[in-house]
């Protein structure tokens, strides 16, 4: 493979003839493994990180990293990356983002007004690994009102509003009586966190969060299944305590499965169940978790509050041409 060129003049000159200088592929290639220090006075980084578990690229210059940089590292003997993953890309309407047809959107914008974790919700939602995907900003705004405000916000508020109303903030821990559908959400959880890991480890992420969001669902339709308010008017106490358990324990994992994605929201679910927010995965397969004693917030806060759809969704297309 030739690795000069005599065409034009700017790039490094070879050594052995000025006339011809780098492939730019190669000099822009190498930073991978110059900026670990490789060949320098101290190659620890080098030594600790290379070769690559995960290489990450957009699928247009899959060929210079497929081919081209596996060619280079050959030639030095050293190891390839593990695994190579070629991204899809995010289009609009009118086809790929261009600054001349005025279609870009830039995540500033999106996380100056919603907020980072909202945003890398969306992009990491929307993201197909097979094939690109299509920003639209009426979806944007869709997507936030019900993934986020109501499907996650709202079971965060009512689950702690209950434990608060029910049983004075605390969650209750001793439980001895089991409501028919305590089975049902248990199950549903054993299987959605199987299928994230297995998404994950495929590095199919929109799919993971998909698998997540359903056990959300599943734990809010869990609210109307055992009607913790019918439950407290008829004095049925011990399976209210039983919901209010199991609630709280199901957010306690969603915050965990959706920590890789929206970690602030994670860290924030936690406190404000009274619980810590340094969490491993390993933790979801890991029983009495919540403390005795352990206290909800008195007042917790929204989220995700709810958007006016017309509003923001003239705000994007206005951030996509340029405006404020």
């Known amino acids: 493979m030739c690795i000069s060129r005599c065409t034009f003049d700017w790039g490094i000159p070879m050594p052995n003839d000025p ?55 050959h030639a030095l003997g050293l190891e390839l990356p593990k695994k190579l993953y070629a991204h899809s890309w995010i289009v609009m309407k009118d086809g790929k983002m261009s600054k001349s047809v005025g279609n870009v959107i830039y995540p500033e914008d999106l996380i100056s007004r919603y907020g980072l974790d909202s945003t890398k919700y969306y992009l990491l939602r929307l993201i197909s690994f097979e094939k690109d995907s299509l920003f639209l900003p009426e979806d944007f705004v869709t997507r936030f009102n019900s993934d986020l405000a109501n499907d996650l916000g709202n079971l965060v508020s009512r689950t702690i509003s209950m434990i608060n109303k029910y049983f004075d903030g605390v969650i209750p821990t001793d439980i001895h009586e089991k409501t028919e559908f305590d089975e049902s959400l248990n199950s549903c959880f054993n299987e959605k966190v199987k299928e994230v890991e297995n998404y994950m480890d495929e590095y199919h992420v929109s799919d993971a969060i998909s698998s997540v969001w359903t056990f959300i669902a599943r734990t809010n339709k869990y609210i109307d299944e055992t009607a913790p308010w019918t439950l407290s008017k008829s004095g049925e106490t011990e399976k209210l305590k039983s919901v209010m358990y199991n609630l709280a324990e199901s957010l306690r994992k969603i915050s965990i499965m959706i920590k890789p994605y929206i970690t602030r929201t994670s860290e924030k679910i936690l406190e404000e169940l009274g619980l810590n927010k340094d969490v491993s995965w390993d933790e979801l397969y890991e029983e009495n978790k919540i403390p005795i004693g352990t206290k909800v917030t008195e007042n917790p806060e929204i989220l ?13 297309q206005s951030a996509m041409h340029g405006g404020k």
């Open 304 to 316: 995700f509050a709810r958007l006016d759809k017309e509003q923001e969704v003239e705000y994007i």
């Open 19 to 73: 006339k011809h200088v780098l492939y730019v592929w190669l000099d822009a290639l190498a930073n991978y493994i110059t900026a670990l220090g490789y060949m320098s006075d101290d190659e620890t980084k080098f030594n600790k990180y290379w070769p690559a578990d995960l290489h990450v690229v957009g699928k247009e210059i899959i060929r210079f990293h497929g081919i081209y940089w596996p060619i280079f590292l």
